[in-house]
């Protein structure tokens, strides 16, 4: 299903012993990029999780274009995580693969894509490199092409250039943005001024 917007309404999320997010209001728009900001600790990566339904709110509604339903069982969602959650003992071109075998994607255009997506991200030449044996910065590039390759409806990126330099930090956000020109809910958490300076909409949590 396509995604026009999603909001929350007096959202809260508990973290492990307190309150992290509290009545908290958004609205995260299909064509726009939503920036996430605020001082380690306020609850960026637990919105992000809330929102894509890998954690319960402890108030509040979060809905999908007016609906109550978890994200992640009803639309197409990608995810860039902090930590990056990447198998060391798969390759690069793997990794970026499973999303699209997920879907039922075809043979063909599975390695079609997610080698179109590694080359964008300059990493052509290690698609058969272990995750394992990459360095920080290509690992992260492998987690943001693994994100972008299915073409979700939703993309959902914690600290996504965190680990890049000037360079590829600059290209991951042109990514980001495209995405959502193509119709994507693009949200991005994210202590990185330039990452936030481009974002249509910003929150800053407390």
Request: net charge negative; with cysteine.
């Amino acid at each position: 299903m396509s995604v026009g917007e999603i909001t929350a309404e007096a959202l809260s999320i508990r973290g492990d012993t307190t309150i992290l997010v509290e009545d908290l209001n958004l609205r995260a728009r299909a064509g726009e990029v939503l920036g996430v900001t605020g001082p380690s600790g306020s609850g960026k990566t637990t919105l992000l999780y809330a929102i894509g339904g890998l954690l319960p709110a402890a108030g509040g509604r979060m809905l999908v274009d007016g609906r109550q339903l978890v994200l992640w069982r009803e639309v197409s969602v990608g995810l860039v995580f902090q930590n990056l959650c990447l198998v060391p003992l798969l390759s690069a071109q793997e990794t970026v693969a499973l999303p699209l075998q997920a879907q039922g994607v075809s043979k063909a255009e599975v390695a079609e894509r997610s080698l179109e997506a590694l080359s964008v991200l300059g990493l052509a030449e290690h698609t058969a490199q272990l995750v394992g044996e990459l360095s920080g910065g290509q690992r992260q590039r492998v987690a943001v092409a693994r994100a972008l390759a299915a073409r979700p409806e939703v993309i959902l990126a914690d600290e996504p250039t965190s680990a890049l330099d000037p360079h590829w930090r600059q290209v991951v956000l042109e990514l980001l943005i495209a995405e959502a020109r193509r119709g994507a809910v693009v949200v991005v958490a994210s202590n990185d001024s330039e990452v936030i300076s481009v974002c249509d909409a910003v929150i800053t949590l407390p």
